[in-house]
């Protein structure tokens, strides 16, 4: 059940506050929210939202800029908004990452998990115990019908009613349907 919970949806935006219909949890969302200022801040932002905001205005500004006639301006102003926009990205995959291994070292770090994995390998070896001892059953078949042979024919190679043979041949014959 835990592995299905850890293939859900993830949806993650620079919003805020996280929507609720997204597809995390109540404890999920503190935590993507905790990434995602973390990696607003090494850009000096509040919030995510705050550079997505950023690099809104620069592309407007780059437009007007072009507009205006300064192309080497308006050329900067769009290196940074897809600066921006590249680092926006790189921090929602990095709270995805972060989520999606959260929720898979819950999915298989759990007691349920373990108790599934022995049950499986303890089920394994006892198919193959239960398949060795078989094995031995029927190989034991012939070898009581040789010992029932050998106490059969007696020491002279002669068994009830059959003329002179040998030990092999009797066992033969004692042992063949």
Known sequence: ???YTAQRRILIGSDLPIPKKQGLRKHERPTIMRVLDEQARA???VHLRDLDARALRLDRTAVMLDLE???ELAKAARK???RLE???ALALRRAGVYLLENRARNAIGGGLTWAGVLAAAFGI???FAVANYSQGQRQQAPAEKAIACLKTVDSSGTAAGWEQITLDE???KLISP
Do not use: F, K, Q, S
């Open 1 to 3: 059940m835990r592995l």
């Open 170 to 172: 009797g066992c033969a």
């Open 86 to 88: 590249n680092y926006v």
């Open 69 to 71: 006639g300064h192309a």
């Open 43 to 45: 850009e000096r932002a």
């Open 80 to 82: 940074e908004t897809d």
């Open 125 to 127: 070896a006892g198919l």
